[in-house]
């Protein structure tokens, strides 16, 4: 089956595009303040492994809050980083742009540790992966990695250093702004593979 990645260009998404290798990579620009470096980050790693990059530009940012968007979390907020539903639109923005390149297998990079966000749960991941597939095209969602912590993703991916390097994982800037959640994670697992110290 076709398959597609959903492409943020963070250490996660580009493990799994070497891991996986699909066919097309799709980064959606939705008005998340590191959108151009995502999709820079996200250019190299299709470039490089030889897969079609889609972009898609759908502008959400007034609905944002948190890290992603420049203004305050809300209150119902479980992380600073936290966005409101937005994986379930991101990954229905990437089954619209790819449902007619004949896609019918949806990645999506979501990990072991994300659960601490409702829809990092395997439960909302099994939920969506039901909605879409009751839908015309019955797209097939998978999350590869979900049992995965993002070190072990890493090591089982083989992806390189070459390209692993090409990541972007800050959420507030177009450069590691080194303070944020993605980019601490990116610190503490690039350390932990033997890539640091940072």
Not at 40 to 62: F, K, M, Q, T, Y
Not at 84 to 108: C, D, F, H
Not at 171 to 192: P, Q
């Amino acid at each position: 089956m076709k398959s597609a990645l959903l492409l943020s260009g963070g250490m996660d998404s580009t493990s799994i595009a070497f891991w996986k290798r699909p066919e097309i990579g799709v980064t959606i620009d939705y008005g998340q303040l590191p959108a151009p470096a995502e999709i820079r980050a996200s250019a190299a790693v299709c470039d490089a492994l030889g897969i079609e990059h889609v972009i898609a530009r759908v502008d959400l940012a007034p609905f944002g809050s948190g890290d992603m968007s420049g203004r305050p979390s809300l209150g119902l907020a479980p992380r600073t980083e936290w966005w409101p539903y937005r994986n379930q639109a991101l990954v229905t923005i990437a089954a619209m742009a790819t449902i007619s390149k004949g896609v019918e297998r949806l990645l999506i990079g979501t990990l072991k540790t994300d659960a601490h966000h409702a829809d990092g749960t395997k439960a909302f991941v099994e939920s969506l992966a039901a909605l879409l597939a009751l839908q015309e095209g019955a797209m097939n969602l998978e999350a590869p990695a979900i049992e995965l912590e993002a070190v072990e993703l890493v090591k089982a991916s083989g992806v390189p250093m070459e390209i692993l390097a090409w990541s972007h994982s800050c959420h507030r800037a177009d450069f590691a702004c080194g303070e944020c959640g993605g980019c601490r994670k990116h610190y503490r697992t690039m350390e932990a593979i033997g890539a640091g110290p940072y």
